[in-house]
């Protein structure tokens, strides 16, 4: 797809860390970085479209980037950098991501490359797609495009998780735009892009890691206990990295476990899910009753999201969100874990919102792990209702008011 480079100029404005004045580069010299490495190193990752984006870092430490198409030949594209990523953006997509059509997560060269999703890793690329309204009523309109396998049904956000082919990018990507591709002649489309296949939006199915916190400080649990509450009969969900099915704290305490993670059973090898599934409802057998946790009375269900490794991609999170919450009707859905910050508007947050309000189940989620150190979570624009901790729920009692609580983060 041809752009005029005035338009390209006019797109850049609606895309955020980009500038108009950064124009195209023709497969020449990215933004450098900082590194030690020892040795030239080269890392290759294959965008949604079938470019092919390398990433140089000589032995002095300088990072170079460069970008050529499926048939291997130098292309346009637009570097931005927010914070310490960089994203790289082939011309052909800049309309869709300015339009909210692709999410700018596909194009984080940095993150691709923390996360493991580059060519020398993995030869399929994980995505998240939603329908458009049209589609979904059809069912008939929501097909695959061309190189893509669908791996979860996510019904909760209207869409499904599919893996993308590296080998087969190119037709995947012309499968989606070549109906609805903008022309040069037509600036008003070049707003509004289309993609095909019934698809309304597509994000990167990102890694979520688990976050380990230090013990928590008093909470007068005793005091509660005292009074008669325990938890009693409340039903708790773990989504985490599994629980050990052996441990002595947590025997007759789960009610019902499923992995999501592709190849590996409920076992906890990872260690984060026994001690959170530990801190909500063990009964302290294995210290004869001196390490209890807050609601030793609760039923726990767990979901294993996150693998032996204590990373999860989030259409494995969004699988156990509506495991819990509509199978396993969990009233308070546990999830320690996190990823890059968000505007609220990623298929996570999607999901958060529409199941609590179809099932009035209370999700507390990590929270401010990933700010300054100086910095706790607290209440955002978006999100006025984040208070620190949840509140202990007792059998019987109606659902809040708000059902979306951020756990603060143990970080000062």
């Not at 004045?21 to 479209?49: F, K, N, Y």
């Not at 996360?115 to 979904?136: E, F, G, M, R, S």
């Not at 057998?285 to 946790?293: C, R, T, W």
């Not at 706790?376 to 007792?394: L, Y």
Request: aromatic content about 4%; glycine content about 12%.
């Amino acid at each position: 797809m041809f752009i005029a480079s005035g338009m390209v100029s006019a797109v850049l404005l609606a895309i955020p860390g980009t500038l108009a004045g950064a124009a195209t580069q023709t497969g020449g010299v990215g933004a450098a970085g900082h590194s030690t490495a020892a040795r030239p190193t080269s890392r290759t990752v294959t965008l949604i479209t079938g470019d092919k984006v390398t990433v140089t870092t000589a032995a002095d430490g300088k990072v170079t980037r460069s970008l050529e198409n499926p048939q291997g030949r130098p292309t346009g594209y637009v570097t931005s950098t927010v914070g310490s990523d960089t994203y790289v953006y082939p011309t052909s997509v800049l309309p869709y991501v300015a339009s909210g059509r692709l999410d700018q997560g596909m194009f984080d060269i940095t993150r691709l490359l923390a996360d493991d999703y580059d060519d020398a890793h993995t030869d399929k690329l994980p995505l998240i797609v939603t329908y458009t309204d049209a589609a979904a009523r059809s069912r008939t309109s929501m097909a695959l495009p061309k190189g893509a396998t669908k791996t979860l049904t996510l019904s909760s956000i209207q869409g499904a998780a599919v893996s993308e082919k590296r080998s087969d990018a190119a037709a995947f990507w012309s499968s989606l735009t070549t109906d609805s591709a903008p022309s040069a002649g037509r600036a008003a489309a070049v707003a509004e892009p289309r993609l095909g296949a019934g698809i309304a939006k597509i994000w990167l199915d990102g890694k979520a890691k688990a976050d380990l916190a230090d013990s928590t400080a008093q909470i007068g649990a005793p005091e509660v206990w005292g009074g008669g509450d325990t938890g009693q009969g409340v039903d708790v969900a773990v989504l985490d990295t599994g629980i050990d099915t052996q441990h002595p704290d947590l025997a007759g305490q789960v009610s019902a476990t499923s992995s999501f993670v592709p190849g590996e059973d409920i076992e906890d090898h990872h260690g984060h899910g026994t001690h959170v599934a530990s801190t909500i409802a063990g009964t302290g057998a294995a210290s004869d009753g001196k390490e209890k946790g807050v609601a030793p009375g609760a039923r726990l269900h767990v979901g294993k999201v996150l693998d032996n490794q204590g990373e999860g991609q989030e259409s494995w999170i969004l699988a156990g969100m509506e495991w819990a919450a509509r199978d396993q009707h969990a009233k308070i859905i546990s999830m320690s874990l996190g990823s890059g910050p968000s505007d609220g508007s990623d298929p996570l947050s999607q999901a958060v919102e529409s199941l609590s309000r179809e099932t009035g189940a209370l999700f507390t989620i990590a929270a401010g792990n990933s700010g300054p150190d100086t910095v706790s979570a607290s209440p955002t624009p978006r999100c006025p209702w984040a208070r620190w901790t949840a509140p202990m729920i007792s059998p019987g009692s109606p659902a809040p008011d708000r059902a979306w609580v951020t756990a603060a983060s143990n970080r000062n």
